[in-house]
Structure formats: structure tokens, C-alpha cells
């Protein structure tokens, strides 16, 4: 199994980023998908979530509005669009495929908001 997440770097404050992570080994749309993040020294934070079916999603309270999750299951993705980020955005973001009792995680892609 392997998630491999993409399209972070570095943005200035009020710019956007959207981040993918693509999944193999698994059968995907069987899987809730969620993006964490983490900075150095706090723990990793649920940010977003979007059911198997794409039919429902979670975020965290202070993050709707200006990310949106969202999943392509022909092709074993999952997207984070995120809009107007400050910095307080910055840290490793990093997908999870949950089903039930097992989960998998990406490898960590870092998000910079600095000017």
C-alpha cells in the first residue's frame, strides 16, 4: 500500500495551494479519506475528511469555507484545495485512507505560507 502526496511548497499568505495525494494497493473507494497536518512539537490534527462515495465530508471548524476536500475515485485520488492560507497554514500535511479498524498513511507533503 502507498499514498504519495503532492503540491505543497511555499505560498504567500492569502495565495492557494491545492495538494493530491494518490493512492495503490488498495481498493480506494472502499476507503474514507482524511487530511492531517502537523507542526514541530504539536500533535497531527484532522483537518478534513470525505466519505467512500464522496457523498459527505468533515472539516475542521476553523478550515470550512477555505479548504475543500474532495476525491476522484477513478483514479485513486484525493484532493485539498486550500484558499486564502496564513501563515499559521504551514506544517506537513499528510492523507490517511481509513477503512474500519486499518489505516494508511502518506508520507508527508510540507506547505510553507510566508512572504
Known amino acids: 500500500v502507498q499514498l504519495v502526496e503532492s503540491g505543497g511548497g511555499l505560498v504567500q499568505p492569502g495565495g492557494s495551494l491545492r495538494l493530491s495525494c494518490v493512492a495503490s494497493?488498495?481498493?480506494?473507494?472502499?476507503?474514507?479519506m482524511s487530511w492531517y497536518r502537523q507542526v514541530p512539537g504539536k500533535e497531527r490534527e484532522l483537518i478534513a475528511s470525505?466519505?467512500?462515495?464522496?457523498?459527505?465530508?468533515y472539516y475542521k471548524d476553523s478550515l470550512e469555507g477555505r479548504f475543500t476536500i474532495s476525491r476522484d475515485n477513478t483514479k485513486n485520488m484525493v484532493f485539498l484545495q486550500m484558499n486564502s492560507l496564513e501563515p499559521e497554514d504551514t506544517a506537513v500535511y499528510y492523507c490517511?485512507?481509513?477503512?474500519?479498524?486499518?489505516?494508511?498513511w502518506g508520507q508527508g507533503t510540507q506547505v510553507t505560507v510566508s512572504s
Open positions: 490517511k485512507a481509513i477503512k474500519e479498524s486499518v489505516d494508511y
Open positions: 494497493g488498495i481498493i480506494f473507494n472502499e476507503y474514507i
Open positions: 470525505i466519505s467512500a462515495g464522496a457523498l459527505n465530508t
